[in-house]
């Protein structure tokens, strides 16, 4: 019923830009919080960024300063402005729809999208 799907992703050089989307359809609460995920090759998945339906955000200590969540008016459309890349930032970036509380725990994310991989060469 829901669907979730990424893109933006692809191969950027470090100090690089990258702008990726998330497109959400179907019966989803839109008061909910959505948010970023990453996943790197060997390693756990990690929170990326979140905001919830008052425009409040939450970043990583790691992403801070330099990526930017943000949410259209319809809340249906999220996005992650990612500047001055580097290799670590490297992973298959996952977006999540519906998440129930704030500050937003993985497993407090009701739908996922397939992920779009994101790829900062040196």
């Known amino acids: 019923q829901v669907v979730v799907v990424e893109s933006g992703g692809g191969l950027v050089q470090a100090g690089g830009s990258l702008r990726l989307s998330c497109a959400a359809s179907?019966?989803?609460?839109?008061?909910?919080?959505m948010g970023w995920f990453r996943q790197a090759s060997g390693k756990e998945r990690e929170g990326v960024a979140s905001?919830?339906?008052?425009?409040?955000?939450m970043y990583a200590d790691s992403v801070k300063g330099r990526f930017t969540i943000s949410q259209d008016h319809a809340r249906n459309t999220l996005y992650l402005q990612m500047n001055s890349l580097k290799p670590e930032d490297t992973a298959m970036y996952y977006c999540?729809?519906?998440?129930?509380?704030?500050?937003?725990?993985?497993?407090?994310?009701?739908?996922w999208g397939q992920g779009t991989q994101v790829t900062v060469s040196s």
């Open positions: 999540a729809a519906e998440g129930t509380g704030w500050p937003t725990l993985d497993d407090e994310y009701n739908y």
């Open positions: 179907g019966d989803f609460d839109r008061d909910y919080s």
């Open positions: 905001i919830n339906a008052d425009g409040n955000t």
